[in-house]
């Protein structure tokens, strides 16, 4: 079963706070329709449960000092066979709020990345920490295309 990238799943993220400190455990998913993503089509290949009209580069993740963020990817093709694998975030301008240049994926099956907020964003525009996902993706056993990326953005208060 195919699905077009409107109707993907509208849940963008999920977050889970904790009693001892109130940090948030953020999990931000990316779904990808494994059959279709090529380097031309990444945009409309994947979101991340947006509302219609927000682009992935303009989805904004918000969270606060102390918070871990957790990305992870899902095939909205065949879940149970194919496999989207974050392989690192890249700081691409603005505040570096995990106050290093690069995440790498944990070489799960398949790959997340995980990141602890340790730096403070402004709430200008300008401020906000604007990130590349790097992802892979594979598709009835094989890898599709090499590797894809999306900028979206984090603000942290």
């Given amino acids: 079963m195919l699905l077009a990238a409107g109707t993907l799943p509208l849940s963008a993220f999920t977050i889970i706070r904790t009693r001892q ?5 953020i999990v931000v998913t990316l779904y990808v329709d494994t059959s279709l993503i090529n380097n031309k089509n990444t945009d409309t290949s994947c ?3 947006q509302d219609e009209g927000i682009s992935n580069e303009e989805f904004t993740i918000d969270a606060n000092v102390g918070d871990t963020v957790t990305w992870q990817g899902v095939s909205t093709n065949a879940p149970e066979t194919d496999r989207v694998n974050i ?3 890249n700081h691409e301008g603005g505040k570096n709020v995990f106050g290093q240049n690069v995440l790498i994926g944990d070489r799960g099956t398949p790959e997340k990345v995980v990141g602890k907020v340790v730096n403070k964003t402004g709430d ?11 992802f892979t993706v594979l598709n009835n056993g094989k890898n599709r295309n090499g590797t894809f990326h999306i900028d979206p953005v984090i603000r942290v208060h």
């Fill in 87 to 89: 392989k690192s975030i």
């Fill in 21 to 25: 400190d109130q940090t948030q455990n």
């Fill in 124 to 134: 200008e525009k300008k401020d906000q920490f604007k990130y590349k996902i790097s």
């Fill in 47 to 49: 979101n991340f449960g």
